[in-house]
């Protein structure tokens, strides 16, 4: 991994009406992301942005409207990560909730139907339904809606991703990200788009008096799944995400979570009532990705929408081990792809592009993401599409800030017309599919394109802190304070603080971790440590400057504060 350059992020203004109740770190930390008053950290659902904002909403729920009044069968075309999982989840249950009787889902199977709403997966739906509605998926489904359209069925698509040059000729579009949109935030998960959707269908209904004889559906009921798909899907969490966010959080602690989401965090060992956006994205949605990139996807949507509790944990057990399955894979894929860098001794590409014939097509993905964060560069890891597919090669990419890695596709696409067949993607992800035989000319390109938008400036990994921790600060009241302030994630990164240390002991935890106390040399206060993953068979340095997160160590019932290492140099 390269060397950080480490860099204190500065105040965005000056705070105010804080009051003596926050400590003046977390007032530091909230200035520095651009939170200044104790009203910026307020996350109360009634001040979600409203669904009336949201563009394509006025044409998607008359059809709606129409559609449970007139009894259509509804399928929901959802997608085989996290988001899409949930999403799909969110609207059937939603569209239950609201009166349609005849809901059903299906999500693509990557190696079968490729991505999103593809004409495969629209001629596989029996019975024929009247309306299909996408969820994180449909904006770049031009085909696939087109064959549902060829069927006589209706189609509305709900999208987050950035559209190409042609939009699908759906009945109804709503996605924050389309030219000309003005909802003011752009960052809702695809879930995000689907539980608006389901707000405006509500009011509407409501408007028709659909609810004049009887309570009105909760939709916050749905918000921990909400909360899932958006952590997992690593879109920014600007303040209307963290409302969110924060809303299915608190519903998760209070013991009211759905039975999937609930058993699969009894599944990764995390504790519900301390539960924090950090344990749904590195436990909770790990696991339901891993069906879509193993397995089926359907194990982890039914997961979702059960009720039974205990058929929630059967299948949080079996979406344990297809997720236990996909990290031994992965580390193997990951050991190939080092000793493919090693061999050319140090990468002479900007744009690192890897191809092994025996890879997982699922699970490149991951592969490009450990290589990005080791390498500082955008990668693009590649498998065959399928076994019986080897003459096509499906890629996926990550990239590193200054080069969006969706427009640099489409820059190569229009330079060279043909190479790649389909692409979509993010700034920072993206996926694509070429012909094996071109793949060599593809790696070319994208290094090239690489070279001319990034200069050396960008190569360098650069890690922002929030400064040094005063003497004394780091007691169990701040941590406290720390954890309760999120939801912290995506573009609202965690508090990340960078001290110089003494090492005045350490020693090794099973095979490769660290356990030491570090000696603050201003005032002689020792502190608990941990470091993850670092042991590689030498000691730490005798002074250290370390990042770390100021975290609660609940062992046995006793909490003590502790320094969770995230980096470590000598001085």
């Known amino acids: 991994m390269k060397p950080l350059h480490l860099r204190r992020r500065a105040p965005q203004g000056t705070p105010d009406g804080w009051g003596d109740a926050v400590h003046p770190v977390l007032q530091r930390v909230y200035a520095a992301r651009g939170v200044l008053s104790p009203g910026q950290a307020e996350y109360r659902l009634a001040r979600l942005l409203s669904p009336q904002q949201l563009g394509g909403m006025g044409d998607a729920v008359e059809l709606l409207v129409e559609a449970i009044r007139d009894d259509w069968r509804i399928v929901i075309a959802g997608d085989y990560d996290c988001d899409g999982a949930t999403g799909t989840a969110v609207a059937v249950r939603g569209l239950r909730m609201l009166g349609a009787r005849h809901v059903d889902y299906a999500v693509p199977n990557r190696f079968v139907h490729g991505y999103g709403l593809s004409p495969a997966l629209v001629d596989s739906l029996e019975p024929r339904p009247q309306l299909i509605v996408t969820v994180d998926n449909g904006v770049a489904s031009v085909a696939g809606v087109a064959t549902a359209k060829a069927q006589g069925i209706r189609v509305i698509v709900t999208d987050h991703h950035l559209p190409g040059e042609q939009l699908p000729a759906a009945d109804a579009m709503v996605n924050p990200n389309l030219a000309g949109d003005d909802f003011p935030s752009k960052a809702l998960a695809g879930v995000g788009v689907m539980f608006y959707l389901l707000m405006a269908l509500r009011g509407a209904l409501r408007e028709r008096g659909a609810f004049a004889q009887g309570r009105e559906p909760d939709l916050s009921t749905l918000l921990d799944l909400v909360a899932v798909g958006t952590v997992a899907d690593l879109v920014p969490l600007d303040f209307n995400n963290r409302v969110l966010v924060e809303a299915g959080l608190r519903r998760l602690r209070s013991g009211h979570g759905c039975a999937g989401v609930t058993a699969l965090v ?84 900007i744009g690192v592009a890897l191809y092994e014939p025996t890879w997982h097509a699922g699970v490149v993905g991951l592969v490009a993401s450990k290589l990005k964060e080791r390498l500082h560069r955008p990668v693009i890891a590649f498998a065959p599409a399928s076994e019986d597919m080897t003459e096509e ?27 790649i067949a389909r692409f979509g993607g993010h700034a920072m992800a993206a996926g694509l599919s070429l012909k094996t035989e071109d793949y060599a000319r593809f790696a070319e390109a994208f290094d090239a394109i690489a070279r001319e938008w990034l200069d050396e400036d960008h190569l360098q990994a650069v890690q922002l802190t929030d400064g040094e921790l005063p003497p004394g600060a780091a007691t169990l009241e701040l941590a406290r304070q720390l954890r309760a302030a999120g939801p912290w994630g995506q573009a609202f990164p965690e508090p990340l603080f960078d001290n110089l240390f003494e090492c005045a002991s350490w020693r090794v935890m099973g095979e490769k971790h660290l356990r030491l106390n570090l000696r603050d040399p201003r005032d002689g206060s020792v502190h608990d440590a941990v470091m993850f993953n670092a042991y590689e068979g030498t000691p730490p340095p005798s002074v250290l400057r370390a990042v770390y997160e100021l975290v609660i160590n609940d062992w046995q019932g006793r909490e003590s504060a502790r320094l969770l290492l995230r980096y470590i140099e000598p001085v």
């Open 266 to 349: 009894e599944a990764s060992s995390r504790s519900l009532a301390t539960l924090c956006a950090s344990d749904l994205g590195y436990a909770v949605g790990p696991r339901l990705n891993a069906a879509g990139r193993l397995e089926d996807m359907r194990i982890g949507v039914e997961c979702l929408l059960t009720d039974d509790i205990a058929q929630a944990r059967r299948y949080a057990e079996l979406l344990s081990s297809i997720n236990q399955e996909r990290r031994e894979l992965q580390a193997a894929m990951v050991a190939e792809a080092e000793v493919m860098l090693a061999q050319t001794i140090e990468t002479d590409a």
């Open 393 to 419: 090669l499906r890629g996926s990419a990550r990239s590193i800030a200054g080069f969006h890695i969706r427009d640099a596709l489409a820059m190569i696409d229009a330079r060279h017309p043909g190479l």
